[in-house]
Every structure is written in C-alpha cells, then in structure tokens.
C-alpha cells in the first residue's frame, strides 16, 4: 500500500477539524489554500473515515458542474484509489446504489426470494452546489465544498445547507469549504467575502499558505517544514520574476504560492490595464480592516412621500448580500458631482432552482468626478447582478439616479430601460448622447446613450486607463479591481 507523507500542515489542520468538531458550540471550516497542499487528499480521507467506520452516516462533496465531470469526478478518482488501498477486512461494501448523486455502503442478501438492502447504510451524495437547495432536506455529519472559488451561487449554497448541519439552532456537524489561490474566479466575490468574515457564517478561517509543506523544505522523517527556509526561496523566485519583461509570470506565482492571505486574491489575466497598480490596491484593501469596514452592502428602496411631495424618496438600506457597494456620502448639494454609467443585459431569466440561463449581469457604476476640498475623482458605489425580472434592475439604476442626484449615461440597446425612466416621470435623469464620443461621420440619432463600438470602447478604455494610473489610490471596491484586472480576455 501507499504511504503518503504526514506532514506538520496536514497534522494542524486534521486538529483544527477535530476541535471544530468536539467544541462547545460546533463550527465549520472555510480553508484559503496554496497549490498542492495536499487538502483534497485530507478531505477524501476525512470522507472515507466517516463513511467506513459508521453506521448511517450522510456525507456529501460538491463543487461547480456536474458531479460526473469536473472537480468532483477527479475527487471520485482519489477517493476509489484511498477506497483501494484500505486493507480489504476494513473496506466497506458498496454493492448497492453506486451513481452519478450518490454512493451507498450497502449490498444485497437473498433471503428466500427476496433481496434485502443491509450493511452499514452509510450515504455519500455527490452534488453540483451551482443548484444551491441540492441538499435541502438532508442530516449530514460532514460536508465538503471543493474548489469554493468556482462555485457561482457560494454564499446561497452555503447558506441553503447550513440547516443541514443542525437541529433546531443547535449545530452538530462540521462543513468544510476550501479553495485553491488560483482557482478563485475572478467575479467570485463569496469565497472572499466568506473568508473574511467567517463569524457571520459560524465559520473559522483557515489560511494553508506556501511556506507550510512547501517540498523539498521539510522533513519526511519527522513531517516538520522548514518554513523560513520554503519562505525565502519563494521570495528569491518572485524577484527574479519582478525583474523580467512579463508581469503575469510574477502576479501568478504570487497568487499560486500565496505567502500571504490577501496574495490569494490576486488577479492576472490578458487585462489592457495596468495590471501592477491593480494588484497592489486589491492587497492593500484586502489587508486593511478599514477599507472593508467603509463599505456597506445595500440596497435603494422608496421612500414615503412627503406632503406636497411630487415624487417619493429614495434611502439606502443595508442588507447582507445586497447588490450594490458603496461608501460616503453622496453630496447630492453639489450638481453634476456624480456620474452614473450603466450596462444593461437583455433578458429575463428563466430560474430553475438557483441556475441562471445567462452569466451576464447588470453592471452600474457611481464615478464622482474632480471636485476640491473632498475626496474625489472616484468611484462611489458599484452594482453588479442580474436579478429575476430586469424591472428590478431598472428600479435601483433609477433609484441610484436620485440618490446620488447624477445623470445614467447607459449603452444603448436596452429600450425597456429608458422606457422606465420616462413612464417614471424621470427622462432628466437620463444622459443625453455624449458628442466628444461619437466618431468622425457618425450617424448616430439616438438621444439617449451611447452605442458601444470600437470607437467609443478603445475612447473609454483610455479614460479608465488613465483614472487607474492617476487615481489607484482611490479605488475601494475589490471586485471592481478583480474585473478590470481580467478586461478583455474574460467577461467582465
């Protein structure tokens, strides 16, 4: 049989989810991890220990996609191997329900001419966690999210199985949700927001970084790293990379060898922008407690009118997971302070159960523009999402126009958008088409908006070039930074 390496960072972390087990009050695991770790191999083995040693026990593992490809089939791949290599009076029998959801150790026995299912009825199901009720319903003693970062709907997966874990408020069982630095997608924003705030969650952090386990820096006689050692020799390849002509090569090792927590967020990608500057900001923001604490997540709702009162007004409430990001105040006293940009998508979805027919969403950006005495030339607030009727996306971009008293210059295309703000009584809101961005011998006639042709989108990438190389310093929302970081190789 094989004998894997038992190392100091595999010892750690199976103490953590013992102790996350055995505490007072049960709590799960969200795990930020370097490459090559070793943490699907830990996992299949926790999986394999529960589903082998007890009776009727329900253990699931999912990721993103179906469970017969992708992460999950690899990890079916590891845990048949693991499953192999057990000495065969402790294997149990699977002879029963063996498919693409689920694996049983069950097997048959004739009893006259009957068969009866017996064994010890334990019950892995292998789940697509982008359907995030998939497990509703269930009682299960561990469950593992592979790969958090690839998940689409992460934080509404999590969230519809957390019931999972418990009885009543009263939490019995450890879920354990983990990422790889690398494999973090770029528009991801749960896995971050998990990691950081793991109390709203009932979550503790668990941060596997490069210099733990890093081979050939510790001993496989005694498991122990050398992590000063694996630390420094990191640090002399990210120099030597610093110094050559590509800066992707350098932005992926760091991200892939992560010494650091906020080094896992870090973005690289075919971008037009500067992506060093990007970088730097998304691991300033992602170390700075502050920067997080300025952003609150909301939504525009209406407001009671007032009497005499033409029109109702419009308040910010915050709410956890809402689809806008914003911070400070809007200053509505001052006219034409704020600029509203806004890309619209052009169908309604048809949901079954939490998957969306498309990926692309609604994007509006708050930009304040240069003003002294106060801090400016900035963006304000940011929404991107795609709610199940677009009314609702054109309700809070309308509701965003008076709260932030600031024209929507919105790409054209997306009638029902301007249709809204008209039958709303609001068409002052609307930016009128921007002459300084048509083309030599446009025939433009729309009155609204802007068509986004080569000519205006190479315009507007210059502008935001610009904004990034001489305004970095003002940027505060991450994932705004993680898309431009990936402009125009990924949508975005």
């Given amino acids: 049989a094989m004998r894997p390496h038992y190392r100091d960072g595999d010892h750690e972390f199976f103490m953590e989810i013992e102790m996350a087990q055995t505490a007072k ?57 693991a499953l192999s290599h057990l000495p065969k009076e402790l294997r149990p029998q699977i002879e029963g329900v ?23 009825m334990g019950l892995i199901h292998w789940v697509n966690f982008a359907k995030p009720g998939v497990l509703r319903g269930k009682s299960l003693f561990h469950g593992i999210w592979e790969e958090f970062g690839q998940v689409k709907y992460g934080q509404k997966s999590y969230l519809a199985t957390w019931d999972c874990f418990k009885e009543g408020s009263f939490q019995f069982a450890v879920p354990i949700i983990g990422g790889t630095s690398d494999k973090i997608e770029h528009d991801n924003d749960d896995f971050r927001t998990m990691f950081n705030e793991p109390e709203r969650f009932n979550l503790k952090k668990i941060f596997l970084d490069s210099t733990t386990c890093y081979y050939p820096y510790y001993s496989i006689d005694t498991g122990v790293s050398d992590k000063d050692a694996a630390k420094e020799r990191i640090e002399n390849e990210l120099a030597i990379l610093k ?28 971008t037009v922008f500067p992506i060093d500057l990007i970088n730097d900001q998304i691991a300033y923001l992602s170390a700075s407690e502050k920067s997080v604490s300025d952003i609150k997540t909301g939504e525009f709702k209406w407001d009671k009118k007032k009497p005499g009162q033409k029109n109702p007004d419009v308040i910010f409430v915050e709410k956890t997971g809402g689809p806008w990001k914003m911070w400070g105040d809007p200053m509505t006293h001052l006219e034409n302070l704020n600029m509203i940009g806004l890309d619209p998508y052009f169908l309604d979805d048809d949901l079954i159960d939490g998957e969306v027919a498309s990926d692309s969403k609604g994007a509006i950006v708050v930009y304040r523009r240069f003003h002294p005495g106060i801090e400016s030339n900035c963006v304000m607030a940011v929404y991107h999402d795609r709610p199940y009727k677009k009314k609702l996306f054109h309700d809070q971009a309308l509701m965003a126009s008076i709260f932030y008293n600031g024209k929507v210059l919105a790409e054209t295309g997306d009638d029902q958008l301007f249709t809204h703000f008209i039958d709303q009584g609001f068409m002052r809101n609307l930016k009128e088409r921007p002459l300084v961005a048509e083309s030599p011998f446009s025939r433009a006639e729309n009155r609204y908006g802007v068509s986004m042709k ?13 904004d990034l190389k001489e305004n970095i310093s003002t940027h505060k929302f991450v994932h705004l930074l993680r898309e431009l970081a990936v402009y125009g190789s990924k949508n975005t």
């Fill in 243 to 270: 110094k050559g002509e590509d800066s992707t090569a350098y932005w992926s090792f760091k991200n892939q060898w992560p010494i650091y927590e906020e080094d896992m967020w870090i973005v690289y990608g075919g």
């Fill in 98 to 120: 063996d498919n693409k959801d689920k694996l049983e150790t069950t097997y048959l026995e004739e009893v006259g001419k009957k068969k009866n299912k017996i064994g010890l």
């Fill in 454 to 466: 080569d000519y205006q989108k190479h315009l507007l990438e210059d502008l935001a070039d610009d």
């Fill in 25 to 81: 009050q049960v709590y799960g695991l969200i795990v930020g991890k370097a490459r090559r770790r070793g943490y699907t191999w830990m996992m299949v083995h926790v999986i394999l220990y529960s589903f082998m040693k007890m009776a009727n026990v329900e253990l699931a593992v999912g990721s993103q996609g179906e469970p017969d490809q992708g992460y999950i089939a690899d990890w079916k791949v590891k845990f048949f191997l």
